[in-house]
T-cell receptor, first 117, second 115 residues
Framework: AQTVTQSQPEMSVQEAETVTLSCTYDTSESDYYLFWYKQPPSRQMILVIRQEAYKQQNATENRFSVNFQKAAKSFSLKISDSQLGDAAMYFCAYRRTKGGGADGLTFGKGTHLIIQP | GAGVSQSPSNKVTEKGKDVELRCDPISGHTALYWYRQSLGQGLEFLIYFQGNSAPDKSGLPSDRFSAERTGGSVSTLTIQRTQQEDSAVYLC?????????????FGEGSWLTVV
């Protein structure tokens, strides 16, 4: 079974600074998808960014970018110019391309990001 | 609807009572998921629907938990004889089609407190 590990239960960053959230995963698959979801206090999980494993180029969405290291099975999220609205729980997720248990989707336990004004 | 809708938003129930949580997925989304999130914890998979059938219900923690989906749309998660350890946020999500690459959209969850 796939596992997703987020080793930082909590991170704190000053507003306007850059922060990196780490995520590692374990899989024997060669093709899969990786996601970062944000969960603000409103509880709704919002997709931040996604990466297809077959793509070597790191995904970028405005201030959010990833560092995808396939060989190391690492998928970190970098948030540049942190804003107060970025404060939330961030979940890393892995999904197989061939479905399977839970439709092949596995979440990490999350990192609580605090933005210091 | 525009997004995944869940009701009730908050529910306080007495131990031993039954509760029903409702999820209305995005129109046209065939895949529907239920997750449980205990306070400060990650997401625990409960059940996955494709249309009205549930290819994977392995995450349901006990036979007190059941879920159904009718008309390929609304789903109801039922918890019978609730226990205090059932207190959690129950999140519903939906996805269009069967492609693994499609985005999963989440509702805001139903916060269940068993007293």
């Amino acid at each position: 079974a796939q596992t997703v590990t987020q080793s930082q239960p909590e991170m704190s960053v000053q507003e306007a600074e850059t922060v990196t959230l780490s995520c590692t995963y374990d899989t024997s698959e060669s093709d899969y998808y990786l996601f970062w979801y944000k969960q603000p206090p409103s509880r709704q999980m919002i997709l931040v960014i996604r990466q297809e494993a077959y793509k070597q180029q790191n995904a970028t969405e405005n201030r959010f970018s990833v560092n995808f290291q396939k060989a190391a099975k690492s998928f970190s999220l970098k948030i540049s110019d942190s804003q107060l609205g970025d404060a939330a729980m961030y979940f890393c997720a892995y999904r197989r391309t061939k479905g399977g248990g839970a439709d092949g989707l596995t979440f990490g336990k999350g990192t609580h990001l605090i933005i210091q004004p | 609807g525009a997004g995944v809708s869940q009701s009730p938003s908050n529910k306080v129930t007495e131990k031993g009572k039954d509760v029903e949580l409702r999820c209305d997925p995005i129109s046209g989304h065939t895949a529907l998921y239920w997750y449980r999130q205990s306070l400060g914890q990650g997401l625990e998979f409960l059940i996955y629907f494709q249309g009205n059938s549930a290819p994977d219900k392995s995450g349901l923690p006990s036979d007190r938990f059941s879920a159904e989906r009718t008309g390929g749309s609304v789903s109801t998660l039922t918890i019978q004889r609730t226990q205090q350890e059932d207190s959690a946020v129950y999140l519903c999500a939906s996805k269009e089609g069967m492609s693994s690459g499609n985005t999963i959209y989440f509702g805001e969850g139903s916060w269940l407190t068993v007293v």
